[in-house]
């Protein structure tokens, strides 16, 4: 089993990057559970939500405590909030960023998907949309197929510029 | 078709192919999604449902009433606060033998103001007459809620049903969705005391001792048949579709030495402690409860039992530990655990199989 936790703030669309990425995994064949963890979390404090995947079907609902991946859409929320915690020795952690971040003991990946998302003019109410960005960025790492990402993504949404993004992100992600 | 969905957007997957005339809601946290999709189901004009937005969870539950006694299905949807404050309809509508089927998002009850899950809401509504089932997958509550409507509608019971699903932890989460080609699964909706509304008459009279009494007993003869007609839609389901069911959903049970007793999702969690258990060499199994009313007879004699109840009735003890011991006299170990959407995983359960002491309550987190 795979275990994938999404950090970001609330409003940015966390849980749509867990429920696309899960959407994705099953679109590949696989099982997958997206699970947000709901608190009394408002609009901009940092939130998390769970992908699940594996080959067998899934009986866990709890939370993560111990993911291969960590990811981070909104890299403010390491300033208060332990990313790495409980991250498997040798974990990856991708964090939308314009710059690379050191996490030593782990394997760090950076994008930077609000450029992305800014440069199609792909926002609401002005914040930009970074979980479609995301899931081209995770079909790099080779998470999902790139095909089962941009199925995904036209599943949930019907405007092509999501799609786009992800493409960018596929591109621009040095992996 | 097979598709990835919440456990709400699946309950109104289901309501949307069983099709009721009448869908009566008000929306709360974790509910809101199953009635938010039926609404704009409703107002894609995909259904030909009357879809009545009320004031009060009270006034959903009496409009159902007023529907379903005119003879047509009706569906509503509520968690917590707002399936207590249906309470006095919920009486209502089990005694005037209305089929309303109608979805509860288990969660906690305040204060403090709290949306997790719990099983103690739906518990603290077991004695109105209704039926009870608890699911434990997205799948379970999509395939549950279609055959709610079958066995609420069966002349042999003409009695409400809930489908209980855990707050955020099931309707929440997204997992696999295989949708039916329904087909004739639930036949068309006949109530043998609907009332003409074109041949207005006085209804519902002063009832005396001796009348009453009898309509009492009905219930629950009706009751007591539910378990034939759940058994027998639940093996129809079966042959239609590929997906088989019973009053418990048993996992390494039959040559277990100890057997783990819960609801809903930490039913499924509790088969990967099994899982973990086995390999130690403890001769584990799982029994998920999937039928609460009518109660399932229960095959646990010479199991050590351990009892997870994600509910409490204060100054009592957990109601399913309570309930088994009353049905099978079989002491067990209790442990109270996961209210209010306490976390509870595989191996927290794991531990409470290896420190089980039989007879006695243990408060997870708490009185350790």
Redesign the interface.
């Known amino acids: 089993m795979y275990e994938i936790r999404i950090h970001s703030r609330g409003g940015q669309g966390g849980v749509t990057a ?2 696309l990425l ?2 994705a995994a ?1 679109r590949d064949g696989k ?6 963890f ?1 608190g009394a979390e408002r609009r901009g404090a940092p939130v998390v939500s769970f992908v699940r995947i594996d080959d067998a079907p ?6 993560i ?1 111990n993911p291969d991946m960590v990811v981070v859409l909104d890299a403010s929320v390491m300033e208060t909030v332990d990313v790495l915690q409980g991250l498997k020795k040798g974990g990856s952690v991708l964090v939308n960023s314009e710059h690379p971040h050191e996490f030593p003991g782990f394997v760090s990946h950076h994008v930077d998907l609000t450029d992305i998302a800014l440069a199609k003019n792909l926002a609401i109410a002005g914040t930009p949309i970074v979980n479609t960005p995301f899931l081209g960025a995770a079909a790099k790492l080779g998470i999902v197929s790139f095909e089962s990402a941009k199925q995904a993504i036209r599943e949930m949404f019907s405007d092509e510029r999501n799609v786009q993004v992800a493409e960018a992100a596929y591109k621009e992600m040095v992996i | 078709m097979l598709t ?1 969905a919440t456990g709400n957007k699946a309950v109104a997957a289901a309501v949307k192919q069983a099709h009721p005339s009448v869908v009566a809601a008000y929306p709360i946290t ?1 509910q809101t999604e199953i009635i938010e999709q039926v609404a704009n189901f409703v107002a894609r004009k995909e259904i030909a449902t009357e879809y009545i937005p009320v004031e009060s969870e009270h006034s959903a539950m009496a409009a159902c009433i007023g529907a379903s006694v005119t003879g047509v299905r009706t569906f509503t949807a509520t968690s917590s606060h707002g399936l207590l404050y249906m309470h006095e309809m919920l009486h209502w509508a089990a005694g005037a033998r209305l089929p309303i089927v109608m979805a509860n998002v288990n969660r906690a009850l305040g204060p403090g103001w709290n ?2 899950a719990e099983h103690t809401d739906a518990f603290s509504q077991r004695d109105t007459g209704w039926l009870q089932v608890y699911v434990g997958t997205v799948q379970e509550a999509y395939d549950v809620t279609l055959m709610a409507f079958r066995i609420a509608e069966d002349e042999r019971v003409l009695l409400p049903v809930m489908v209980n699903l ?1 707050g ?3 309707s ?5 969705l295989d949708t039916v080609d329904l087909g004739d699964f639930i036949p068309p909706i006949r109530l043998p005391h609907a009332i003409d509304v074109n041949n207005p008459m006085g209804y519902g009279p002063m009832t005396g001792p001796a009348d009453y009494f009898k309509f009492r007993w009905d219930i629950e003869r009706s009751m007591r048949d539910a378990r034939d007609v759940i058994r027998e839609t639940e093996e129809e389901f079966a042959r239609r579709f590929g997906r088989k069911y019973g009053p418990t959903e048993d996992y390494q049970c039959e040559d277990a030495d100890v057997v783990v007793v819960s609801m809903g ?2 039913g ?2 509790a ?2 402690a099994v899982d973990i258990l086995r390999k130690e060499g403890i001769k584990a199994g799982s029994m998920r409860l999937r039928w609460f009313r009518p109660f399932p007879d229960l095959d646990l004699k010479g199991k050590e039992v351990v009892v997870i109840d994600r509910d409490y009735s204060f100054g009592f003890g957990g109601v399913v530990a309570a309930s088994i011991k009353a049905k099978t006299g079989i002491e067990c170990y209790n442990v109270i655990a996961g209210l209010g959407g306490q ?4 191996d927290d359960i794991a531990d409470f199989v290896r420190n089980r002491k039989i007879g006695e309550e243990m408060w997870f987190g708490v009185s350790e």
Request: proline share 5%; with cysteine.
């Open positions: 867990a429920r899960a959407l099953f099982y997958a559970t997206a699970c947000p709901y899934i009986k866990i609902y709890s939370q405590r | 990835i974790p949306t997790w855990d955020f932890s099931l929440h989460i997204m997992q696999s999702t930490l499924k969690e088969e990967v976390e509870v995983t595989y």
